[in-house]
């Protein structure tokens, strides 16, 4: 038993099995639009981190048009007493 | 180490906390407004504002439940000012140089994209490949949940 314990102790400590990795990049594999689609095809490790770069860096452009959009927005906005029925519609 | 559950990541309560606390901070910026509200300068100074608080946001829902999230907190907190933030970025670039909190296992075949990704993701340049690969699935969600707010509100004010 105490063979098993020191097994699995090494397993998280000292070395990261590459199942783990591999197990790791298909979750992320599943959360990028572009490789969701070739879930079946094998894509490279590299490629999945790649196109996982890519799509944060895009992510954060987004996020950056947005706050464009929303400061000019805000500028011509008078009153924001919207805001329940924003609430409302967004959560519902 | 948290082990990655996806069950346990609860979207629709992390964008009601998003959502709310967003809002908030939108209204207080949009009070702060002066008569001059137009200018670009102004424009500018107020699309850094809601940026911040977009990022801000998200930080504060996730709390310091991930890593990536108290990195954002604390630079959020130590650093407020718009040109500071290229100054981390070049503190962060040094860093990545010296920095040897990674053994060579773990970037065997992994080198330059996760290094790419160590900057990208906030507080990346400490972690582990297993770690990393972990808070970058969490954080990926946190911002499209973001981005999805974000666009619902910038329709809704639009004309």
């Known amino acids: 038993m105490s063979g098993r314990r020191s097994r699995s102790k090494q397993s998280t400590v000292s070395r990261i099995t590459d199942d783990q990795i591999a197990d790791l990049v298909s979750k992320l594999q599943q959360l990028i639009p572009e490789l969701r689609r070739r879930r079946f095809d094998k894509v490279s490790s590299s490629k999945v981190l790649q196109e996982t770069c890519n799509y944060i860096r895009s992510l954060h452009r987004e996020v950056e048009d947005l706050s464009d959009r929303l400061s000019q927005l805000l500028a011509s906005t008078d009153s924001d007493s919207d805001q329940a029925a924003i609430i409302r519609s967004l959560l519902m | ?159």
């Open chain 2, 1 to 159: 180490m948290n082990k990655y559950n996806p069950d346990r990541m609860n979207p629709s309560s992390l964008r009601s906390r998003f959502t709310t606390r967003f809002l908030r901070n939108l209204s207080k910026i949009h009070a702060q407004k002066p008569s001059s509200s137009s200018s670009p300068a102004e424009i500018f100074r107020r699309y850094r504002r809601i940026k911040v608080a977009a990022d801000k946001s998200m930080a504060y829902s996730v709390r310091s439940r991930r890593t990536w999230s108290r990195a954002m907190l604390w630079k959020l907190r130590t650093r407020p000012c718009s040109t500071s933030i290229r100054k981390t970025r070049h503190e962060k670039q040094n860093k990545n140089r010296t920095t040897t909190a990674t053994t060579g296992e773990d970037r065997v075949g992994f080198g330059v994209e996760a290094d790419e990704l160590r900057e990208l993701v906030p507080g990346g340049e400490a972690m582990d490949l297993c770690n990393l690969l972990h808070e970058t699935a969490h954080y990926i969600k946190c911002l499209t949940t973001q981005v999805q707010v974000m666009k619902k509100i910038a329709d809704f004010y639009s004309p």
